[in-house]
């Protein structure tokens, strides 16, 4: 059986200025990281059994519009020199999110002395440093213009941390603020939400005590509020301390439907949770965005669902290198929070209610909005398009009008494409003024693609092609402080 092209290994580093088909608008100086699984295997090392298991590798793309004769894009790659990729070639890795059996003392070394840090979800900006973030509270430091790898980022003092960290920090764009969540597994476990200002100072703001953890990959943040999303696929902590070998870690997860989808909403300021509604049994990765309405009396968040967590067995290698994907196609759905208490009366009155409304059920993945809008209402949502049923990857990148429901298409430049990021046309009003930025690979040149696309009509404007073919990856982060030394 061929291997499905975007789940390859790439071990091929490079560096190189690449010349820019079309033409880049000249406010697009920054610099866009993503982040994803680079490698599945090391050459005479261990290998992993599951994308979110494979081994990190950072990409950058600095736009340089206007330099010598043309715009050029300056390119790298390269993979995070960690403790698990280290591990990998030696041949000694143990074992990651859905990669081999453990026992109790690498649980307990993993836990209490050197967290797992094969972070490969997303990079972020944290103060004055660029770190790679997966779920875990070890954190990366990576050089944002070599890209090498410089050391660790561990948590310190007195605020309540915990064994997991949510891999996506929400930031409030009005702040800089970064707000995060850790789950500390204990009797009885605790949610861990703090919040950590540009300047590097960091708080506690509040915990959530639950009997059984669930597994929560992001979470949502509007001005006033925290909100977790308890989806029912729930651990019990004390599996941890059973002898012998064990499952992956994300196999001991059990899928609990019945106990339904619990809204958690937390005051920001004074850690009080405000809300925690139940509604049916649904699971999901990213939050897209949150904000408030009517008054501070309606909290709103869109979440992508999927109907349950078969989603995270579907994406076993051998699964996806199968074609077999049914199971990661998304529905961009809007929930409601409706409060009282400390936020007022309820409209309807009673308890704080939730309800769903759906904005898009025909398939998506990894969707995003314009950083201008995290906290505040959005019009539009940027993500990749999935066919229904699914045997293939995603063939397109569309925009969604949550207003109108309209929805524009944009699939040419190759066969699958990737995450699509909106980078916002500086001092403008209007949302949807920028430009997106998407990969995709083009299986017949055996290449991956930079494409740059108008934020508005949704056409291209721009194309960069990579000296090589690029795995699928999972985000991207645009940094515009990070710009091309002449």
């Known amino acids: ?56 590798m950072l990409y950058r793309f600095t736009f340089d519009p206007g330099s010598g004769d043309g715009d050029t894009v300056h390119y790298r790659n390269r993979s995070l020199r960690t403790d698990a990729y280290d591990a990998a070639r030696d041949g000694a890795f143990e ?17 209490l002395r050197a967290p797992y840090d094969n972070t490969n979800i997303i990079a972020e900006r944290i103060g004055g440093e660029y770190v790679a973030l997966t779920e875990s509270p070890r954190r990366v430091r990576f050089d944002p213009g070599t890209l090498d790898t410089t050391g660790h980022v561990e948590y310190g ?105 619990r809204v958690v909403v937390m005051d920001r300021t004074t850690g009080e949770i405000v809300a925690e509604p139940v509604t049916d049994a649904v699971f999901g990765f990213h939050h897209l965005n949150a904000f408030e309405r009517a008054g501070g009396t309606e909290l709103v968040f869109d979440l992508e669902t999927v109907p349950d967590a078969t989603t995270i067995d579907s994406l076993y290698l051998e699964n996806l290198r199968a074609g077999e994907m049914g199971a990661i196609v998304g529905r961009i759905e809007r929930f409601v929070v409706r409060l009282n208490g400390a936020s007022g009366p309820s409209q309807s009155g ?38 229904t049923p699914v045997t ?48 995709a690979l083009d299986t017949e040149v055996d290449r991956s693609r930079l494409l740059v696309l108008d934020g508005s009509s949704f056409r291209e ?24 030394s002449r």
């Open 1 to 56: 059986m061929t291997a499905h092209p975007g789940f390859h290994s790439l071990h091929e580093e490079t560096a190189a200025s690449l010349d820019v088909r079309g033409t880049l608008p000249e406010w697009l100086t920054g610099t866009l990281i993503r982040n994803g699984p680079g490698s599945f295997s090391v050459p005479g090392g261990s290998s992993v059994d599951h994308w979110f298991d494979g081994f990190a």
């Open 95 to 111: 074992g990651g999110f859905a990669t081999g059996e453990t026992t109790l003392r690498s649980r307990l070394a993993t836990f």
């Open 157 to 261: 003092g007195d605020v309540p941390t915990g064994q997991l960290s949510c891999a996506h920090l929400k930031r409030d764009p009005a702040t800089g603020t970064l707000v995060n969540v850790d789950t500390e597994f204990g009797r009885p476990s605790q949610y861990h939400v703090h919040a950590t200002t540009p300047a590097g100072d960091r708080r506690h703001v509040g915990s959530v005590t639950t009997d059984r953890p669930a597994y929560m990959h992001s979470f949502a943040l509007t001005p006033r509020y925290v909100v977790l999303t308890e989806f029912p696929l729930r651990l019990d902590p004390l599996r941890f301390l059973k002898p012998g070998r064990q499952a992956p870690f994300i196999e001991q997860f059990e899928w609990e439907p019945d106990r339904g989808t």
């Open 350 to 387: 009673g308890d704080p209610t939730v309800s769903r409304e759906m904005l898009y059920a025909d398939g998506s993945a990894l969707p995003t909005v314009a950083p201008t809008r995290w906290c505040r209402p959005h019009r539009y949502v940027y993500a990749m398009g999935m066919d």
């Open 392 to 439: 293939e990857w995603a063939r397109r990148v569309c925009k969604l009008d949550t207003q109108s429901g309209d929805v524009q298409a944009f699939d040419d430049g190759g066969e699958y494409f990737g995450e699509p990021i909106f980078v916002p046309a500086p001092g403008t009003d209007s949302e949807d003024d920028g430009v997106v930025l998407t990969v």
């Open 461 to 484: 404007r721009a194309r960069v092609t990579f000296p090589h073919a690029a795995p699928f990856d999972f985000h991207g982060r645009y940094f515009p402080e990070i710009r091309a």
